[in-house]
């Protein structure tokens, strides 16, 4: 029987110098897709797939993640008193029990492979979830959720998986891919962001990955890859080529990359479109802004 998945990494040590000057003084994490901040995206995606011990993987400049997950009892005993039950209880997603978060930093700048790997000690030996916050899925049932249920019966490795343009694959970790079953991909390899016309697919690795512990033994001996970093990217590969247990998932959900402006943009404006407060406000005005009509300050 395949063990159950309980541990996720969140590399979350990145500059975000996209975001600059924003992310001068904050996190890009806690940026907001309309009011929550993207690692709460993240977590809630990770405890529905039933996730109970969380990572971070962090860096300096990063402590604003961890009071944000921290209890914060002025802030609730002063909306107890105020009678305000309702943000009382979206506060609730914030806390975490005591224990069931951890953060480690990341002293140099390495790769994303390499910020997997500072958390190896706290994983051991046993399959884990890594998600990366940039890439928010808007889906019925939350990716991680259903890779983890494929999961319960291919075992191995799963990468989440997404068919992307021609123009846009060298931006990604691209699959190799052999047979299709339905949205089971088997893989050939996999490739860190190829030049468009060395990519083997069109089939882009997005940021949702069950792997075994051997792939933190693998990242142990990795040497640096592509952009001169250690890459998640080529310890997986190494797995396809030593056992071939690693499959691509064709997750069912809209991938919004938050990690670039254009992509925050779009979330920013599909989750507002979502909310029943905020959704016939915001139609009004994009019609009217699509349609050239000028809008008066408020
Ligand atoms: C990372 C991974 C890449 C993956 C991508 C998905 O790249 O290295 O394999 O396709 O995330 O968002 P990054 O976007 O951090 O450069």
């Given at each position: 029987m395949t063990r159950k998945v309980t541990k996720a990494v969140f590399p979350v040590a990145g500059l975000g110098t996209r975001f600059l000057p924003a992310t001068k003084s904050i996190p890009k994490e806690i940026l907001t897709l309309v009011d929550r901040p993207l690692i709460q995206y993240a977590?809630?995606?990770?405890?529905?797939?039933?996730?109970?011990?969380?990572?971070?993987?962090?860096?300096?400049?990063?402590?604003?993640?961890?009071?944000?997950?921290?209890?914060?009892?002025?802030?609730?005993?002063?909306?107890?008193?105020?009678?305000?039950?309702?943000?009382?209880?979206?506060?609730?997603?914030?806390t975490?029990?005591?224990?069931?978060?951890?953060?480690?930093?990341?002293?140099?700048?390495?790769?994303?492979?390499?910020?997997?790997?500072?958390?190896?000690?706290?994983?051991?030996?046993?399959?884990?979830?890594?998600?990366?916050?940039?890439?928010?899925?808007?889906?019925?049932?939350?990716?991680?959720?259903?890779?983890?249920?494929?999961?319960?019966?291919?075992?191995?490795?799963?990468?989440?998986?997404?068919?992307?343009?021609?123009?846009?694959?060298?931006?990604?970790?691209?699959?190799?891919?052999?047979?299709?079953?339905?949205?089971?991909?088997?893989?050939?390899?996999?490739?860190?962001?190829?030049?468009?016309?060395?990519?083997?697919?069109?089939?882009?690795?997005?940021?949702?990955?069950?792997?075994?512990?051997?792939?933190?033994?693998?990242?142990g001996t990795m040497k640096t890859g592509a952009g001169g970093e250690i890459q998640l990217t080529d310890a997986i590969a190494e797995e396809i080529r030593v056992s071939g247990n690693v499959y691509g998932y064709l997750f069912d959900g809209e991938r919004f990359d938050c990690g670039s402006k254009g992509g925050f943009l779009k979330a920013t404006i599909a989750f507002a479109l979502q909310r029943d407060d905020l959704r016939d406000e915001l139609m009004d005005f994009l019609s009217q802004i699509t349609q050239g009509v000028r809008i008066a300050a408020e």
């Open positions: 977590i809630d995606e990770a405890r529905a797939a039933g996730i109970t011990e969380f990572i971070f993987v962090t860096a300096r400049g990063k402590s604003a993640l961890e009071d944000y997950f921290d209890a914060a009892p002025w802030l609730e005993t002063s909306l107890a008193e105020a009678g305000k039950t309702e943000l009382l209880e979206t506060l609730k997603n914030t975490m029990p005591s224990g069931a978060i951890a953060y480690i930093r990341q002293h140099q700048a390495l790769g994303l492979g390499h910020a997997v790997w500072c958390a190896r000690r706290l994983i051991g030996d046993e399959p884990f979830a890594v998600i990366l916050p940039d890439d928010v899925i808007a889906a019925e049932v939350p990716c991680l959720q259903q890779m983890v249920e494929a999961h319960a019966e291919t075992g191995g490795n799963m990468v989440a998986a997404m068919e992307v343009p021609a123009d846009r694959i060298s931006a990604y970790g691209v699959l190799d891919v052999g047979a299709e079953k339905g949205r089971l991909l088997r893989t050939r390899g996999m490739v860190e962001k190829p030049g468009a016309d060395q990519a083997p697919s069109r089939y882009a690795v997005i940021g949702r990955y069950i792997l075994t512990p051997q792939i933190l033994s693998n990242l």
